[in-house]
């Protein structure tokens, strides 16, 4: 991650450099498009989840089993039963949506604007990552993808230790403050491997957007954690001056 901000400082930024997209041709253009008017149908669809939650309280284990199924049987399904395929990521988002909607009521019910700068917060970040990575040389970025996989791997035997040994608050909430680095650098990686195989012909646009839509998600989460630790902290700090 020091390598892209490294990088970024190097460069030289300016209104031409946003607007030159040469490097992305037309056909790959088209295709980004799809894939991010298709990502923003499944937060609509995961929107719709959450909501579903908090109407029935339905999220839990069993969302998030459907959500892992579908996703593998979408990716199973070849690229041309394009109308299933799309249907599958929406149930897909709906089913994430729920199993996240049990943490979206708590931010709700604690202070619903904490929810919607988590949003925002993870919307400009992902625009803005995103961003960077289409505007950076071709595959610049793609060597850091063996150190987000390190990373998540990392992820995985410390979230084991601590189901298995029991953790402390400071170790769950190092996990959250690593794993939103190792996803927000997956913003940059997962953007231009999308567009470095658009130009190799691979044109799969639901794939491409539930990539983006897990990036997006795992981001957002950890944000509203984060973000609702610091809320609760500021309350309880408040009611210590009360009394």
């Not at 070849?78 to 109308?83: L, S, T």
């Not at 690593?178 to 012909?201: N, P, R, S």
């Not at 897990?214 to 309350?235: H, P, Q």
Request: aromatic share 14%.
């Amino acid at each position: 991650m020091e390598a892209f901000f490294e990088s970024r400082s190097r460069s030289n930024w300016s209104y031409d450099t946003l607007k030159n997209f040469r490097q992305i041709s037309p056909v790959v253009q088209s295709h980004l498009k799809r894939v991010y008017l298709t990502l923003c149908c499944a937060l609509v669809a995961s929107a719709f989840g959450a909501y579903l939650h908090i109407l029935w309280n339905i999220g839990g284990y069993l969302t998030s089993f459907a959500c892992f199924g579908t996703m593998i049987w979408l990716l199973s399904i070849p690229p041309y039963q394009e109308q299933r395929r799309v249907s599958l990521l929406m149930a897909s988002a709906v089913f994430e949506g729920a199993s996240v909607g049990p943490l979206i009521d708590l931010a709700i019910q604690i202070d619903p604007s904490v929810l919607v700068a988590a949003f925002v917060g993870t919307a400009i970040a992902f625009a803005c990552f995103s961003g960077a990575a289409m505007l950076a040389k071709r595959r610049e970025y793609l060597y850091l993808g063996g150190l987000l996989s390190s990373g998540v791997s990392m992820l995985l035997w410390l979230h084991l230790a601590s189901f298995i040994f029991g953790g402390s608050a400071a170790f769950f909430m190092f996990e959250i403050y690593f794993g939103l680095l190792v996803f927000v650098g997956y913003m940059v990686v997962d953007t231009q491997d999308i567009i470095e195989k658009a130009h190799l012909g691979d044109l799969d646009y639901v794939k491409h957007a539930l990539t983006l839509f897990t990036d997006f998600v795992a981001v957002f989460v950890r944000i509203l954690i984060i973000m609702l630790k610091n809320s609760a902290e500021k309350s309880e700090k408040k009611k210590k001056r009360r009394d």
